[in-house]
């Protein structure tokens, strides 16, 4: 899921939403997405957001040598609106086999892309990269359940491999080294929360929101609007100015129409 606005961290509710999880233990990967190195390309929730681990596609050219791993031209990197560099990590995201669910659409989109008796596609994308990172991370959680998020995504960070292209120096997830104690490092120190978030709790407090459980209840007897066979007339003298027009406006009325028992459910929104 991402965001088709553009908007800061701070203030953006689904970065909201995945701070939260985080903060109750949840590890978000958050896919780079697809546009390429262009203006805006990471601004995007939930990927912009600093606190998450935002993964960028490479390309490992079929091979098992890493030194023709390059980043694919069309995953997505640069600065966000805030000022944070992402994606934070590499993994391989081209040419990848994954599991095609029965009667996909993507059958007809790409068939050249299915095998197996369509059991199987071929495809690539940020979203396909996100996952090996996922499996990383899990690998580290099997090895010690006490870890955090935030020790985890130092413990990635730290064990990566250099990956370098003409423009930047990234770094890409090697899953092969061990996950080791380099002194309980944590990610993510000195950030400022999404304005949602409680300090405190790390929960979202929704009396910060514009909207907070706002509902409309039946009026009273009196309040209640509604019009009851009510119609628009018009004097004897107005009704022969408009006979020329072979309008008969006297036919004009309102008819039972009324307001029903509607009401807005619980909804929260920025």
Avoid at 81 to 104: C, E, T
Wanted: charged letters at 20%; one cysteine or more.
């Amino acid at each position: 899921m991402e965001s088709t606005s553009i908007e800061s961290y701070k203030t953006d509710p689904l970065d909201a939403a995945v701070e939260a999880a985080w903060n109750k233990g949840i590890f978000v990967v958050a896919a780079a997405g697809n546009r390429g190195p262009g203006d805006e390309s990471v601004s995007h929730a939930p990927g912009n957001d600093p606190y998450v681990v935002t993964v960028g596609a490479v390309d490992d050219n079929g091979t098992k040598e890493i030194a023709d791993d390059t980043p694919t031209s069309w995953s997505s990197r640069g600065v966000t609106q805030d000022g944070f560099n992402k994606p934070d990590i590499y993994a391989p995201g081209a040419h990848i086999v994954s599991n095609l669910a029965p009667g996909s659409k993507y059958t007809g989109l790409c068939n050249e892309c299915v095998s197996g008796d369509g059991e199987y596609i071929r495809a690539g994308g940020t979203s396909m990269a996100a996952p090996m990172v996922a499996g990383a991370a899990a690998i580290g959680f099997q090895l010690d359940p006490t870890l955090t998020p935030n020790r985890i995504k130092a413990l990635l960070r730290d064990s990566d491999r250099p990956l370098t292209d003409s423009i930047d120096e990234l770094s890409m997830v090697d899953a092969a080294r061990r996950f080791f104690n380099d002194g309980g490092k944590l990610a993510n120190q000195g950030l400022t929360p999404n304005q949602y978030i409680d300090p405190a709790t790390g929960d979202i407090d929704y009396t910060r929101s514009s909207w907070s459980r706002s509902s409309w209840s039946d009026a009273g007897e009196l309040l209640r609007s509604s019009w009851s066979r009510s119609s628009w007339s018009l004097a004897p003298e107005t009704v022969a100015n408009y006979a020329a027009a072979a309008a008969d406006p006297t036919r004009s009325s309102w008819s039972r129409s009324s307001w029903s028992r509607s009401s807005w459910s619980t909804s929260w929104t920025k």
